[in-house]
């Protein structure tokens, strides 16, 4: 027994029972304090090299979470060791509720190498409120906060979302703790990465993000200058549409707290929710009002502007009642005014509506990304790119298509009521002026000349034939006559000259800088000539037989009713088988026509004037 007591291995044996009863009875002696450095020893998450030379992006980083219920622990209790920290799970749904509190802890190792400063980012715009806790050189924790319902002047880090800079000194280890208060049901991203990159990408963000709002502000200012222009009213709504878009467009992607309001946190956190309802209220009664469907279905055009004006009392349920609730609010008009536009643009694209075809393509993407964006508020999936920024790339697409239905409807209504216009300045069969505009002409025709000496012709022509023609050949083959009456009229006037159907069978003239008779006289001729002329491929080839009254302004003093009196009794006066169809107001003596030669078009061409 005694060699066994002197063994070696034996003595080792005896040694380390010795040490371990030493060690127990100094945790067992040492009281709750050192039993707690090892239990924080043993918690401490995986390291975060803060490494020059590695990735510049964490995303996600590692990091141990503790959910408190009731939101009471502090931050001594939590480095002392209080709360059951676990590994993060960065694609974890939180549900914190108004009173629960996410607490993060990440382990943060500098190298001696490093000299980049690094940045902590919660890249979520509606988080409510987080603070970041760390300790100084001299050991004391200082906290730094950020989120939705704080200033963003107040921010260490202004910007779009909570943004943190470390203060890790190089060759050391540091803890920090991050507590976090949200309402909604989400996962809280977090991420690390080095202030070249975070700026890099931030530019890159501003840059998209003001290409967006560059686009929208134009196509506000080209609505506006719309609606002024051809006073309609349609484009001035779409300019109060897309503004709301815009705007709420800022607000989902913090733009707007960053730059509109930074500093009221009660409007940016109230913003967003409050935005998305009067965006969703705008865009209801806009397709509501540009399908027309008021006229096609009376019930769900009363639907969905009752569900419009219902957005001021959903505006104050939201602002007032807990937040859950009015997330709940929101995620469930939006869902009902994206299913509302596109019952309504598919109904009227069925019945033929053009605009309504485009207003569906707008809304089927947005469709998606609402119902993307509904997962992420009401946390049945992760933060991702698309639920964070489909709504508004979905938003950005809409807008131009939207502007394309606005424009159809907008030409397809002008082009009625530049054709009402028509029927109220032009005639109804030949397409030319109207009597009462014709006379307006004259008049002025007349008071330019007494004023200035503007020599000017007026002629009436009539078809004299055109009663025989009707009851020879019946109404169409009359009206067909008027029709070629007018072609072969205009092949023989310019630009300036004015026509018009002033009559059943009657047409006026007016040639201005007109000349002498003789001038008017070869232009006349040239009427009743071309009347005579047969017509290619027309069945039955009925000729033409003009009578022509005119007037010179240079040898008539008459105001324009005297004027308009004469020209029409001496046209009346002239016999259906007169040898001399042209006849001048105040002349003498007869005026014989013209010889007269054909061109290569087959009209005939005077040769000369008019011999006395």
């Known amino acids: 027994m005694r060699w ?85 799970q960065p694609e974890r749904i939180h549900v914190l509720g108004t009173s629960g509190v996410l607490w993060l802890q990440l ?42 319902r704080i200033a963003v002047a107040s921010w260490p ?82 300019a109060a549409y897309a503004s709301t878009i815009a705007l709420a467009m800022a607000a989902f992607t913090g733009a707007a707290a960053h730059f509109l309001w930074p500093h009221s946190g009660t409007v940016a956190d109230a913003a967003q929710g409050g935005l998305g309802l009067l965006s969703a209220a705008a865009a209801i009664l806009f397709v509501r009002d540009l399908s027309g469907i008021a006229a096609r279905s009376p019930r769900l055009a009363a639907f969905a502007r009752w569900t419009g004006l219902l957005v001021p009392l959903l505006l104050a349920a939201y602002v007032l009642v807990d937040r859950p609730i009015g997330t709940v609010v929101l995620g469930g008009y939006l869902f009902l005014a994206c299913a509302l536009n596109l019952v309504i643009a598919w109904r009227a694209w069925r019945r033929g509506d053009r605009p309504s075809f485009w207003v569906l393509l707008a809304y089927l993407p947005m469709g998606v990304a609402v119902v993307l964006t509904l997962e992420r508020i009401f946390g049945l999936s992760p933060a991702s790119w698309a639920n964070q920024y489909g709504l508004v790339a979905a938003m950005a697409l809409q807008v131009p298509l939207l502007l394309v239905a606005l424009s159809i409807h907008s030409r397809e209504r002008h082009g009625a009521v530049i054709r009402e216009l028509a029927l109220s300045s032009q005639d109804a069969l030949t397409g030319l002026l109207a009597p009462h505009l014709f006379h307006d002409r004259l008049r002025q025709l007349v008071v330019r000349h007494r004023r200035h000496g503007e020599n000017a012709a007026v002629l009436f022509i ?63 001729a040239r009427v009743v000539a071309a009347g005579k002329m047969p017509a290619k491929g027309t069945k039955p080839d009925v000729p033409l037989q003009f009578h022509v009254a005119a007037a010179l302004l240079d040898e008539v003093e008459m105001d324009t009713p005297e004027l308009e009196a004469a020209l029409a009794t001496l046209l009346d006066s002239i016999p259906a088988t007169t040898r001399r169809p042209i006849r001048f107001v105040g002349e003498v003596a007869t ?17 000369g004037p008019a011999s006395a």
């Open 462 to 524: 009539d078809l004299a034939n055109c009663a025989r023609i009707k009851q020879q050949h019946g109404s169409a083959v009359a009206e067909q006559s008027l029709l070629r009456s007018v072609i072969k009229l205009r092949r023989l006037l310019r630009e300036t000259d004015t026509l018009s159907r002033i009559g059943e069978a009657r047409f006026g003239l007016i040639l201005e800088r007109a000349g002498t008779r003789v001038t008017v006289m070869d232009r006349a």
């Open 157 to 238: 880090e202004r910007g779009r979302y909570p943004v943190f800079r470390l203060e890790v000194p190089p060759g050391e280890a540091r803890d920090v703790y991050l507590r976090v208060t949200h309402n909604a049901r989400s996962d809280i991203p977090l991420r690390i990465a080095s202030a070249t990159n975070y700026g890099q990408r931030m530019q890159l963000a501003y840059l998209g993000l003001g290409l967006v709002f560059g686009g929208l502000v134009l196509v506000i200012a080209a609505c506006l200058a719309q609606s002024w222009l051809y006073r309609d009213r349609a484009f001035l709504g779409y």
């Open 107 to 148: 382990r943060l190792v500098r190298p001696t190498s490093s000299h980049s400063e690094w940045m902590i980012e919660l890249p979520l715009p509606p988080l409510d409120a987080v603070t970041l806790y760390q300790q100084d050189p001299a050991g004391s924790w200082h906290g730094q906060s950020a989120g939705d």
């Open 4 to 88: 066994l007591a002197s063994h070696p291995l034996a003595r080792c044996k005896a040694a380390f029972g010795a040490w371990a009863a030493a060690f127990t009875l100094l945790l067992w002696c040492g009281g709750p304090a050192a039993q707690a450095q090892i239990a924080l020893a043993a918690r401490h998450p995986p390291p975060v090299i803060l490494d020059d030379a590695r990735s510049p992006l964490l995303d996600p980083a590692p990091a141990l979470e503790w959910t408190d219920p009731q939101g009471q622990a502090t931050l001594a209790q939590v480095v002392a060791g209080q709360g059951g920290f676990q590994p993060r």
């Open 591 to 607: 005026e014989p026509l013209p010889p007269l030669a054909h061109g290569e078009d087959g009209i005939p061409l005077s040769e």
